[in-house]
């Protein structure tokens, strides 16, 4: 019987080294899979989730997380992709990556500006709005894919539909980010 | 911004919306179940404002036993010079008949007042043959001869010598039947000038003490369909006595002022012979006898016969 979120936060904050070996065996498979699916890799993705629940341990506390599957998909999903960059290996093809680059470099143009980091955080709120406007179906769809990098074929047989209509639904989302963020004039 | 920047980005969307991501489940836009039954209600409804209008018009039959009889008799000629004659009125005490006489001869310079007496009717119309000047004289009021011009393309005003070109506004139109043609023998002056006349009664139900023998003779005579019930539906009745040749019903327009029924006969004398036609008159609709004329168009040579195969009364009320 896994534990709760909450008892597992308390391992935590009790230095208890069974927060590690519980974590790992609620939340263990999913960080591995988000994992494996950017870096292409079981052994790679399994290092990449081993440092993940080290960076948690290392942050809890003080932090405490309202939600820890998220916070370990966070840690899990910047350490794989921090891993790929420091590799030189993220334009080179590895798991899910080039693809979803691929798909994303049509709605967002290829431009760095001197004011970058305040683009981030307008581009940001940008985008949580145009998520908020999107349908529940619509906006899971375009999160697993481009948060969680799931395959078309892996988001058609998660919610049993086509894998046309996954990538219609895509291409369609895709296009009135475009829209969007022009119109925001957050590009 | 590029594609690269925004994977990182992506890791700072709420966690709300990253967990929900994996534990949602994709709601199907299935039908709700509700909505079959409210469909199917609003079919029935959309069905029913349909076609109730249309029930509604079937008006129910109205009993109302009435038997009215009028006579016409029209002596026409090609010429159209027409003259009135009054003939002696005499009424009874079940019905009474109006009879006019129209007569004329066949000269262009003048006119001779040629009454054709009818006694009146008592009962249904009778298959009585046209009386002959050898009758007793009645009062007889002559009427200055009216000529009437009518050229081959008849004035648009002029009543038009076939039921076709009459249709203005038309409502409905019912079919005349044709039934019995019958020669009875009356001896007749072959110098003389051919008669027509039309005798209009309206069947307006059974009389009580009419019973479905004298029903059914009224059907045979008149030829009246089997499935046309009298006794419910009131009906126009149709006698033509005429010594024309080829005399035939080509049509008939119903209107306010009353019926006027198309003749067509051709200009060469023959035996008297009756003619029985009938037309059903839809309910709500109320003519009488008096209303009633014949047009007669007297034409020369067969081919100028006008060839209508069913005739019909246009009825524009």
């Not at chain 1, 948060?147 to 219609?168: F, L």
């Not at chain 2, 008799?73 to 009125?89: G, K, R």
Request: net charge negative; hydrophobic share 35%; with cysteine.
């Amino acid at each position: 019987m896994p534990m709760k979120d909450r008892e597992l936060l308390d391992l935590f904050s009790e230095r208890s080294e069974r927060a590690i070996t519980e974590t790992q065996q609620k939340y263990g498979h999913l960080c591995t899979a988000l994992a494996e699916r950017i870096l292409g890799s079981r052994e790679d993705a399994e290092e990449c989730v081993n440092d993940a629940l080290l960076s948690a341990w290392n942050s809890i506390p003080p932090e405490c997380p309202r939600n820890l599957p998220a916070y370990l998909n966070v840690l899990t999903r910047n350490i794989a992709l921090n891993r790929l960059k420091a590799d030189n290996r993220f334009r080179r093809g590895c798991g899910q990556i080039p693809a979803v680059l691929d798909e994303l470099a049509e709605c967002i143009p290829a431009a760095e500006t001197v004011e970058a980091e305040y683009d981030r955080r307008s581009f940001l709120a940008a985008l949580e709005r145009f998520l908020d406007t999107l349908p529940r179906d619509t906006r899971v769809i375009f999160v697993r894919r481009y948060w969680y990098m799931n395959t078309c074929r892996e988001i058609a047989d998660a919610y049993q539909m086509s894998e046309s209509k996954v990538r219609v639904s895509l291409t369609r989302t895709r296009r009135k980010l475009k829209v969007f963020l022009e119109k925001e004039d957050a590009l | 911004m590029n594609a690269e920047n925004f994977m990182d980005l992506l890791n700072t969307l709420p966690d709300d919306m990253i967990v929900s991501a994996v534990h949602a489940e994709y709601q199907r836009r299935t039908l709700p179940v509700w909505l079959m039954p409210a469909a199917a209600a609003c079919l029935i409804i959309g069905i029913a404002v349909a076609v109730y209008p249309k029930l509604r018009m079937q008006k129910p039959p109205v009993a109302e036993p009435v038997i009215s009889v009028t006579e016409t008799t029209v002596a026409q000629m090609t010429t159209n010079i027409q003259t009135q004659t009054d003939a002696p009125e005499t009424k009874t005490t079940a019905q009474t008949a109006n009879t006019m006489t129209q007569a004329a001869t066949d000269s262009r310079t003048s006119a001779v007042t040629e009454p054709v007496t009818q006694p009146a009717e008592t009962e249904m119309p009778k298959t009585e043959p046209v009386t002959q000047p050898t009758t007793p004289e009645p009062h007889t009021e002559t009427v200055p001869p009216v000529v009437t011009t009518v050229p081959d393309n008849q004035d648009a005003t002029e009543p038009e010598s076939t039921h076709t070109e009459h249709q203005v506004e038309m409502v409905e139109a019912v079919q005349v039947w044709q039934g019995e043609m019958t020669r009875p023998e009356m001896a007749s002056d072959p110098e003389s000038e051919p008669q027509i006349r039309c005798i209009f009664s309206i069947f307006n139900r059974s009389e009580p003490d009419m019973d479905m023998n004298m029903i059914d003779d009224i059907k045979n005579q008149y030829g009246i369909p089997e499935n046309y019930d009298l006794t419910k539906n009131q009906c126009l009745l149709i006698r033509l006595e005429t010594e024309y040749a080829d005399t035939a019903v080509t049509g008939g327009t119903l209107t306010a002022d009353g019926l006027v029924l198309y003749v067509a006969c051709r200009n060469q004398k023959e035996p008297l012979t009756d003619i029985y036609c009938a037309a059903p008159l839809p309910e709500g609709i109320t003519v009488e006898p008096e209303n009633c004329r014949a047009e007669y168009q007297i034409y020369e040579n067969e081919s100028e016969k006008p060839k209508v195969k069913n005739p019909l009364i246009q009825i524009n009320v």
